[in-house]
DNA sequence: TATTGTTATACTCTATAACTATA
DNA sequence: TATAGTTATAGAGTATAACAATA
């Protein structure tokens, strides 16, 4: 309606025949993964952020605030938050450290450790259900060619710029 | 420093011996393929969001606002508050629509579309820098993967969530 | 003096609902 | 009454600095 313009009809796509740009097109997949990932741990009562301290105090019982803040690159004012928010669902505990009366050292509670394994299952089955298509080989390329760009990028192994930011 | 937990020395890593899934390593490369753009886009005096928005006037001009922001899936009052910025800069102008009173057709300026093709220019660069140590065939490995990963997520292809969160 | 955890504050983003002027 | 653009407002998220207790 009323756009008297040369443009035929609808509105053109803002991409030629032969599609996004590669690295357009892997923003895009990047973050669709992500979104997958917080709706598959939701069930569980976890947000992406409380999940990777969660997973972060199991394999370190007993770490601080900071150093785990430290880890996952978390600001220590974060932290309180995070960790305040996993205490009051009874997934975590603060308990005082023996040696330095500061530090609150952080320990997986029952419920915790049961929460976890829960969300680690359903991480596990997405995981199949979003490279499901896909054989073991092309996973593996995958996995190669994303390592490759991840240098190019200049990524730390194992680092999320924008984990917890949405 | 007083740990004393049995964990020998300093912090366990998150992942085991073969990496992290491959949910993640996608989710983190996304991220990072994003923040550099943004980072190349900078120079040209845009965000990625502007970017998309200048893009899709300049391939439909004197489109609407709303039809723009339905385009790139921008509410309405974000959609004023992305031209205002743009009009700032002098890229974009609001004209007078001659048969509909209630709508601003949008323009690219002179200036607009200097600034588009340099940013387009930085945009294919950065493709280069990134993806450059990918052959051509496993450039286009890479993009059958993400494409089959990007229908196993239910994404529309060429759209984002999440390309202005950050 | 430095460090741990905490609180307070400001700033950005985003989502929603009004409001106006046109249709 | 419905629509295009605008404004206002509230909520989340993030980043920073200040603070008390302890080292």
Redesign the pocket.
Known sequence: MGDGRSTPRGRQSPFGADGPPLGFLLASVGFGTAYRFREVLAPSGM?P?EFAVLRQVATNEGI????C?AALKV???????L??DLEGKGFIE?RPDA???????LHVTARGKRALATAFEAAMQNEEGVFGSLTKAERAELRRLLQAVAVALDLEPGQHPGM???
Request: aromatic share 0%; charged share 30%; proline share 4%.
């Open positions: 947000q952020r601080s605030q900071q150093a803040g600001a220590p004012s974060q932290m309180v938050a960790v305040d603060r040696t330095d009366r500061r530090v609150r050292a917890g930011q949405d």
